[in-house]
């Protein structure tokens, strides 16, 4: 067997791009070193911004010999404290959220921030409020509730006969009606004198993910069989297909998708 070495680098460029020496521009890069200040010394540590300024997410480091752990917290940039507890990537990019809602302006010196009330009560809040969310293994913030009073659909018409199947907007109803048009036959039950109509009903509800790492587009609990549109149907139904799925609901209408809920480990499982 003959092994054969990479072609080494020729150019200025290609020996550039292999060993590069000049740091990456700060706009290009949300990462920023920092010191971490722990009880028996200082250690160096690289954290990514956040939208609170003086925050920065940091992997958490436990032990006689520091080591990461998994997981992640908030830490003060200025002074290298610790402000939110150890939790998953996912409840610490919540902690932030958390920590928006109360105001606190942490872009301050660490004098500043002991002697305010408000930053404390802040600390300590956010401290219980995840040891309750990771207990439960539950999100520490919504994004929103997973409920969706589906509107009403529109269905094409036809000498009092009504299409099975529904449509979510007048255009899609309108673009099966237009082929329709153009190729008579083509399409069962749509003629050229059809009208399309909304339903004055809803059809039903379709269930979303509540957190805040599902963006609108694939936040839909979604039925296989009906490939990429949300299901829809009654709660109850819903509710026993997505938890089959591996969906679970955490009360008040919060249900999480499978790859999120695997983001909430319950505390000791
Ligand atoms: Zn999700």
Redesign the pocket.
């Known amino acids: 067997m003959t092994i054969t070495a990479p072609p080494a680098a020729q150019t200025r460029r290609a020996r550039r791009d292999l060993f590069p020496s000049r740091p990456i521009p700060a706009a290009e890069t949300a990462l920023a070193e920092l010191t971490i200040s722990r009880s028996n010394g200082l250690a160096p540590m690289v954290g990514e911004r956040t939208t609170l300024p003086g925050l920065v997410l940091t992997p958490h480091v436990t032990g006689e010999v520091l080591r990461y752990t998994g997981n992640w917290i908030l830490t003060h940039a200025r002074s290298g404290r610790r402000v939110s507890p150890a939790a998953s990537f996912l409840h610490t990019r919540e902690a932030v959220v958390w920590l928006e809602n109360r105001g606190v302006d942490w872009d301050r010196p660490t004098a500043d921030i002991l002697a305010d009330p408000a930053a404390s009560s802040a600390f300590e809040e956010l401290d219980f409020a995840m040891y309750c969310a990771q207990d439960a293994g539950r999100p520490l913030v919504y994004a929103r509730t997973s409920w969706v009073d589906w509107p009403p659909l529109w269905r094409v018409h036809h000498r009092g006969g009504v299409s099975d199947e529904g449509f979510d907007t007048f255009e899609a109803a309108a673009d099966v009606a237009w082929s329709a048009c153009r190729f008579p036959g083509d399409e069962p039950g749509m003629y050229p004198s059809s009208v399309i109509r909304r339903d004055e009903q809803s059809p039903g509800w379709a269930l979303r ?3 805040i ?2 963006t609108d587009r ?2 839909f609990y979604v039925d296989a069989w009906d490939g990429d549109r949300p299901a829809v149907d009654s709660r109850a139904v819903l509710e026993r297909m997505a938890w089959d799925s591996g969906w679970r609901g955490h009360g008040h209408g919060h249900w ?6 695997r983001q909430y480990p319950t505390r000791g499982a």
């Open positions: 993910c509540a957190s790492a599902c694939d936040s999480t998708c499978p790859n999120c809920t």
